[in-house]
């Protein structure tokens, strides 16, 4: 038993923190699948326990602006480290333009390998400006520096569409200005350098924690041999696929590979340079073990192209993936996982596959690995590989049901466990779906109070960024709900930046809980403290501090 603190303030089970990914907080009700759903156990808790609204987007999380919106990794990164790192968006930001980046050894290799071996230079990677994944900026750049002044004859750019961190159907706002850029810099420089292939990024080479494989395998066919379904141009494909598939959002956009009269125009070959170009590690992973791994055995890669290949960044810090990367990661330190495990606290993160890695390997500062395997375990409920608006229950069930079986064995301190369903669902655009998605959290929800109260634990209840909340696009100046000509709302797949929900439930009223009002702009990074607080640890100088007083401390 290590809850001597707990016991001493009269708990006498576990403190539990459940993540609501993609469930924050809006005051609009027109498209808030969250204020519309049928939320019995929420509402009570807002009604009957201390709560309050934590920032999760922008500078709060370490992000260049307060215009980007949250997202899982910076947010449980934030969670998990307990106070702001600048994370990847900005890093880059800063790398190119203090010229760092240009100068490291690794762009020094991939310029040098391509030119001695009369090879082209490609580009893969998140075709938006989202900053979730990725930014154009930072592709532009590095075309620009490329063309202009390494002189690199020949570059290939594969584009993944985006559509999830950007309006639902605006791949061609990306597309257009893009061909008309690269005509420029092309007769500018002298050079050639087109669009070769590309395809939505839930359909092609994103996935993540191993949900999907068959993705990357899929991504592989299109970017490296350069076989599928062939077009003219990216316009082409994306007007044709519309076209074809009434209703198709670009996240979910088929593959295609651009080809003119000779064929391919950019298959990779020995002798080639490859840029992933997205600095968020998650979705990147998988295509860099394609490229890296001598013995890889997930699909077949025909043709395995001998390349100089790289990532934007060290996508995982542990098994240090990719082996070559342009921008150092945030070398997040001194985690709460970490300093509860020098305590002896005994901890479990758990959530299906989509959301794994979020309450681990984000959670952990991006590290794979555990601190101290004797006092943690890792749980992943395999999740299902369905369109999610199908299902939008996902594993919350599944997930529940082990929660509230380790509450009540009195295995673990502390316990995270993470929901995707407001997420996963709320990036389908779908709005009954996500309203769906919200309940079955509710429903949930309501078994893991029950098993605290039981238990004498004590439970608390947050989110990593917002989405769900905000289904519907809405007009940047006027802030009004955008229609459809029609005059149906346009859906919006992408996250919000609202803030989210910090409850409080200690159902037996001993601790008198209370939020601290002197804490200046709670968000986020708070919860690791506080979390430390609770279970009896001090938290060090440099967490930001926690949210809570207790009248029994
Ligand atoms: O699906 C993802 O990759 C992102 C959105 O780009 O969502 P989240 O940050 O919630 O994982
Ligand atoms: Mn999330
Ligand atoms: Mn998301």
Same mark, same amino acid.
């Given at each position: 038993m290590k809850w001597e603190k707990l016991l001493k303030d009269g708990l006498t089970g576990p403190l539990t923190l459940v993540i609501m990914d993609g469930i924050g907080f809006s005051?609009?009700?027109?498209?808030n699948a969250v204020a519309d759903a049928h939320t019995p156990h929420l509402d009570w808790l807002l009604a009957h326990c201390p709560h309050g609204l934590l920032k999760a987007h922008g500078t709060a999380v370490g992000l260049p602006s307060d215009k980007d919106m949250g997202n899982s990794e910076v947010g449980h990164n934030a969670m998990g480290a307990g106070r702001i790192y600048a994370q990847g968006a900005r890093l880059v930001n800063e790398a190119i333009e203090t010229g760092r980046l240009f100068q490291g050894k690794t762009w020094r290799h991939l310029m040098d390998y391509c030119r001695e071996n009369n090879g082209t230079l490609h580009f893969i990677g998140?075709?938006?400006?989202?900053?979730? =994944?990725?930014?154009?900026d930072h592709l532009r750049a590095m075309l620009e520096r490329a063309a202009l002044v390494e002189k690199i004859p020949r570059g290939r750019i594969h584009i993944l569409l985006d559509g999830r961190d950007v309006g639902e159907t605006s791949a061609l706002e990306y597309v257009d200005p893009f061909e008309a850029y690269l005509q420029d810099l092309n007769s500018r420089a002298g050079v050639d350098y087109r669009i070769a292939s590309g395809g939505g990024r839930m359909a092609v080479?994103?996935?993540?924690?191993?949900?999907?494989?068959s993705m990357v395998a899929r991504g592989w066919e299109t =970017?490296?041999?350069?076989?599928?379904r062939t077009f003219r141009s990216a316009r082409e494909a994306i007007e044709t696929y519309r076209r074809e598939i009434p209703g198709i959002i670009d996240q979910d956009l088929p593959p295609f590979v651009i080809a003119d009269d000779q064929g391919p125009v950019g298959p990779i070959r020995d002798g080639d340079s490859v840029i992933f170009f997205n600095f968020r590690g998650d979705r990147a992973i998988e295509i860099s073990r394609a490229f890296e791994e001598e013995n890889f055995d997930k699909f077949q890669r025909d043709p395995y192209p001998k390349v100089a290949y790289a990532g934007m960044m060290e996508y995982d810090g542990d098994l240090h993936i990719p082996r070559s990367y342009l921008v150092e990661p945030p070398h997040i330190e001194k985690t709460v996982s970490e300093l509860l495990c020098a305590q002896g606290i005994r901890q479990l993160a758990i959530s299906e596959t989509q959301k794994f890695g979020h309450v681990t390997y984000f959670w952990n500062g991006n590290r794979s690995g555990k601190f101290d395997p004797e006092l943690e375990e890792y749980v992943e409920v395999p999740s299902d590989q369905v369109p999610f608006e199908e299902r939008p229950w996902m594993k919350a069930a599944e997930i529940t049901d082990r929660v509230v079986e380790e509450i009540r064995g009195g295995r673990f301190d502390f316990m995270r466990l993470n929901f995707a369903n407001g997420d996963m669902v709320g990036h389908t655009g779908i709005y009954q779906a996500a309203h769906i998605a919200v309940e079955a959290v509710d429903l949930c929800l309501g078994r893991i109070m029950r098993a605290v109260r039981e238990a004498g634990g004590m439970l608390l209840v947050t989110a990593d960024h917002g989405n769900a909340e905000e289904m519907y696009e809405l007009d940047k100046k006027t802030g009004e709900v955008k229609r459809h000509a029609d005059g149906t709302p346009k859906a919006k797949t992408s996250h919000s930046l609202n803030p989210v929900w910090f409850l409080v439930y200690e159902p037996s009223g001993k601790l008198q809980v209370r939020f601290d009002p002197e804490v200046p702009d709670p968000g986020l990074t708070n919860i690791a403290a506080t979390c430390m607080q609770i279970l009896g640890v001090k938290p060090p100088d440099f967490y930001d501090p926690p949210l809570l007083l207790f009248a029994a401390s």
């Open positions: 005051e609009r009700r027109e498209g998140l075709f938006s400006d989202g900053n979730v =994944h990725s930014h154009l080479t994103m996935d993540r924690y191993e949900a999907d494989w =970017h490296v041999a350069g076989r599928g």
